[in-house]
């Protein structure tokens, strides 16, 4: 059996933007988009939703798991939900989802959203496996407004 590594989960910090940059180009098929994931994107994204985002971070410091959480008042949504490939199934995305639960709980919010895309097996079987629930009854649409804002996927 693995040993369980060590991990501190904590608010997400505009100076972390460039560890979790580091992961995400690590992440197998993870799309980031050009504008909104730029670090520009990201402050923007942090100040509009204090505390409310999480990073995970290892013994020697390294980002190795993140999430971009926020809400709009009457829902969260959870974002680029990602851990690095060497720290999972020891309990970090679990751990930051909470951390996410509890901050949007705190702003009451309640209830919370997010989006995996149908080939993301291992996100897919995460979420099943921690409770949430799968929607079948709506169609989720999108509607481009800055054709700039293109993403771009990991291989």
């Known amino acids: 059996m693995a040993e369980q590594k060590r991990f501190v989960i904590r608010a997400m910090e505009e100076s972390d933007y460039p560890g979790i940059y580091r992961l995400w180009m690590t992440i197998h098929g993870f799309g980031i988009r050009s504008i909104d994931d730029s670090e520009e994107g990201v ?4 100040a509009r939703n204090p505390g409310t985002s999480v990073v995970a971070v290892g013994e020697d410091g390294t980002v190795i798991g993140a999430i ?42 309640n209830k919370v959203s997010l989006i995996a895309f149908t080939r993301n097996d291992v996100g897919n079987a995460f979420w099943n496996c921690i409770g949430w629930t799968r929607r079948e009854d709506l169609n989720y649409y999108d509607f481009t407004l800055n054709e700039a804002n293109i993403t771009a996927f990991n291989r």
């Open 68 to 109: 971009l959480c926020g809400h709009d008042g009457r829902r969260g949504c959870l974002y680029h939900v990602c851990v690095r490939e060497d720290y999972r199934r020891q309990g970090v995305g679990k751990a930051m989802v909470v951390f996410c639960m509890n901050a949007l709980r705190a702003e009451k919010i």
């Open 43 to 46: 402050r923007r994204f942090l």
